[in-house]
């Protein structure tokens, strides 16, 4: 069974940083995507960041030069490191899991297989 769990969320100020955590069970990264979505109140989802199978990275124009996907050497974790930031930044943030190993889609969501339950981060002024 494929579980993804986030870590990391909480409520910062302006300015402030972040890691959040993605721990994944069930499933290797190989030949897939790990991203990083997510959602704030009244909007819709958002593509946030994408890491590869082979450490390929791709990020929303928001942000591009402040957040940084990585996962670790054991595939069992991929993270979002995200600093400067702003209140615009609060949403729940959700990992998921795309599998498949091309890249043409790793910005929809609906193309993610598994997803995990979300964690809060709360950014204010």
């Given at each position: 069974?494929?579980?993804?769990a986030?870590?990391?969320?909480?409520?910062?100020?302006?300015?402030d940083?972040?890691?959040?955590?993605?721990?994944?069970?069930?499933?290797?990264?190989?030949?897939?995507?790990?991203?990083?979505?997510?959602?704030?109140?009244?909007?819709?989802?958002?593509?946030?960041?994408?890491?590869?199978?082979?450490?390929?990275?791709?990020?929303?124009?928001s942000?591009?030069?402040?957040?940084?996907?990585?996962?670790?050497?054991?595939?069992?974790?991929?993270y979002?490191?995200?600093?400067?930031?702003?209140?615009?930044?609060t949403a729940?943030y959700?990992c998921?899991?795309?599998?498949?190993?091309?890249?043409?889609?790793?910005?929809?969501?609906?193309?993610y297989?598994?997803?995990?339950?979300?964690?809060?981060?709360?950014?204010?002024?």
């Amino acid at each position: 069974q494929v579980q993804l769990a986030e870590s990391g969320g909480g409520s910062v100020h302006t300015g402030d940083s972040l890691r959040l955590s993605c721990r994944v069970s069930g499933l290797s990264f190989t030949n897939r995507h790990m991203g990083w979505f997510r959602q704030a109140p009244g909007k819709n989802r958002e593509f946030v960041a994408a890491i590869s199978w082979r450490g390929t990275t791709f990020y929303a124009d928001s942000a591009k030069g402040r957040f940084t996907i990585s996962k670790d050497n054991t595939e069992t974790t991929f993270y979002l490191q995200m600093s400067s930031l702003k209140p615009d930044d609060t949403a729940v943030y959700t990992c998921g899991i795309e599998d498949s190993p091309y890249t043409d889609y790793v910005n929809r969501g609906n193309q993610y297989d598994f997803w995990g339950r979300g964690t809060q981060v709360t950014v204010s002024a």
